[in-house]
C-alpha cells in the first residue's frame, strides 16, 4: 500500500479529486507520516516537510517551477516530477491576450471612452508579425501554434531541441542577435537555470528593434531588471508585459513600479487548476505502480 501526502493550500480540493479518482494501493494520509512514498504539492512546503520523510520515491510538484527542490543541500534521492503539459492553453490566453490588446489599442480605446474623446485611429494586426520564442518546450511549442493560427512568423532559441513543427526558424547557443533582429515580439518561458540567468540582458534588448514587445512567462530570473527598466524608460523597446519577477512579491520600493511602459501581472498567467494536476497525477501513479518511467521527471541537475 503507498501512502500520499498532499502538502498544498488547497488540500481538501485535492484530496477529494484523488479520491474520487479511485487509485489502487493508495492511502492519503491526514498529518506528516515517515511511512509516505508519494507527495503531490506545492516545492517550498515539500522541501520544508522532507527531512520529516525518509521513504519518499516519488514527488510530484503541482508546480511547473520546482527551484525550492533543487538546492544540492536538499535531499535528492527520489524521483520528482513536475507539472507540465497542462499549462499551454493558459499560456497562449494570456500572452496573445496582451499582443492583442496592444495591436488593437484596447487600452487606449478605453482611456479615449472614460476621457469622452472620439478616437478612430487605424490598429495593427498579428499577421505577418514576427514572435521570437526563448524556449520551446510544451508551453513554447502551444505558443507557436497559437501564432501559427494568428499567421505569424515564428522563431525558437532553444539549447538543442527543433521538434515544434510550427517553428519556421531555430537558433541555439550563440545565435542570440539574430534570433533578436526585427522580432515585433519577443516571449520568454525559459525555466530557472544557470544557463538562462540574465539571458534578457542589455546585448539582447539591443538588439531588438524599437517596436518590439518584450514578454516574460517563464521565470524572473531570465530577466536583467535593471537593462530592461533603462530599456523601457528609454525608448529601445516599445513595451514589456511581466508575469515574473526575480523577487516575489515585487518591494513595494522596486524600480518596475515607476518604470515606463511596463505592464504587470504579478504572476497569474497560468495557475495551477487542481483538476489539470490531479490529471497528471492519477497518469504517473499508473506508471508508478507498474515501474515505468514517470512523466515530466525533473533533472536535478539541469533543473528541468
Keep these: 500500500m503507498n501512502k500520499l501526502l498532499i502538502l498544498t493550500r488547497f488540500g481538501s480540493e485535492y484530496q477529494q479529486l484523488v479520491e474520487a479518482a479511485a487509485l489502487p494501493d493508495l492511502k492519503i494520509a491526514s498529518a506528516p507520516d515517515k511511512d509516505c512514498s508519494i507527495i503531490l504539492g506545492e516545492p517550498k ?18 508546480f511547473a517551477g520546482v527551484e525550492q527542490l533543487l538546492d544540492p543541500s536538499t535531499r535528492r534521492d ?18 496573445f491576450g496582451y499582443l492583442l490588446a496592444h495591436e488593437r ?15 478612430a485611429k487605424v490598429t495593427g494586426q498579428l499577421r505577418g508579425r514576427t514572435i521570437g520564442l526563448l524556449g520551446v518546450g510544451s508551453i513554447g511549442a502551444h505558443l507557436a501554434g497559437t501564432a501559427k493560427h494568428f499567421q505569424m512568423n515564428v522563431r525558437g532559441y532553444t539549447r538543442e ?21 526585427d522580432l515585433d515580439y519577443l516571449v520568454s518561458v525559459l525555466p530557472n537555470t544557470n544557463e538562462t540567468r540574465h ?3 542589455s ?24 537593462a530592461l527598466a533603462e530599456a ?45 494536476i490531479t ?3 492519477v497518469e504517473n501513479y499508473d506508471l508508478f505502480l507498474r515501474g515505468k518511467p514517470l512523466k515530466y521527471q525533473v533533472d536535478f541537475e539541469r533543473g528541468y
Aim: hydrophobic share 45%.
Design 105 to 119: 489599442h484596447i487600452f487606449e480605446r478605453l482611456k479615449a471612452q472614460q476621457e469622452n474623446r472620439w478616437d
Design 232 to 276: 523601457l524608460d528609454t525608448g529601445k523597446i516599445a513595451l514589456a508585459v511581466l508575469d515574473v519577477f526575480e523577487q516575489e512579491p515585487l518591494p513595494k520600493d522596486h524600480f518596475f513600479w515607476r518604470t515606463k511602459n511596463l505592464w504587470m501581472t504579478f504572476h497569474t498567467s497560468a495557475p495551477s487548476i487542481p483538476e489539470d
Design 199 to 201: 539571458i534578457v540582458d
Design 45 to 62: 512546503l515539500i522541501r520544508d516537510a522532507l527531512p520529516d520523510l525518509p521513504n519518499v520515491r516519488w514527488v510530484q510538484s503541482i
Design 203 to 226: 546585448a539582447l534588448l539591443n538588439a531588438l528593434p524599437p517596436r518590439a514587445v518584450f514578454v516574460n512567462v517563464g521565470r524572473g530570473s531570465a530577466v536583467d531588471e535593471s
Design 279 to 281: 490529471r497528471l497525477f
Design 161 to 181: 531541441s527543433e521538434s515544434c513543427a510550427d517553428v519556421d526558424k531555430y537558433f541555439h547557443d550563440g545565435q542570440l542577435p539574430g534570433f533578436a533582429q
Design 78 to 95: 527520489y524521483v520528482l516530477t513536475n507539472a507540465r503539459g497542462v499549462f499551454g492553453a493558459l499560456m497562449s490566453e494570456y500572452v
